[in-house]
Nanobody, 124 residues
Framework: QVQLVESGGGLVQAGGSLRLSCAAS????????MGWFRQAPGKERESVASVSSRGINTSYADSVKGRFTISRDNDKNIGYLQMNSLKFEDTAVYYC?????????????????WGQGTQVTVSS
């Protein structure tokens, strides 16, 4: 089993920045790809970004390209999502997830373990 705990969410004005963290524990040796997803009230969960096991390859949803950066520190078993130029429509609960496969994916169904989420609210 793998446990994931997100942190770093909060309230920020439009145009501002936040950095989310995702701390992994448990059988971390089984983790390869890490991803971030989000779900706004009344909307379906959507993908945000994913990063390969060594942090070399990344993939982003079009809505966040150029504004968000995903990264990871495998020595600390922590993943990050740096969010810049935040917009009102970025308001959502953000979840990190990991999968045992080495293949990048923005498909939520492909992930094996999920965190509880952290709220990000962007005021306009």
């Amino acid at each position: 089993q793998v446990q994931l705990v997100e942190s770093g969410g909060g309230l920020v004005q439009a145009g501002g920045s936040l950095r989310l963290s995702c701390a992994a524990s448990g059988r971390t040796s089984s983790i390869n790809v890490m991803g971030w997803f989000r779900q706004a009230p009344g909307k379906e969960r959507e993908s945000v970004a994913s990063v390969s096991s060594r942090g070399i390859n990344t993939s982003y949803a079009d809505s966040v390209k150029g504004r968000f950066t995903i990264s990871r520190d495998n020595d600390k078993n922590i993943g990050y999502l740096q969010m810049n130029s935040l917009k009102f429509e970025d308001t959502a609960v953000y979840y990190c997830a990991v999968r045992r496969s080495i293949l990048l994916s923005l498909n939520a169904d492909a992930y094996d373990y999920w965190g509880q989420g952290t709220q990000v609210t962007v005021s306009s």
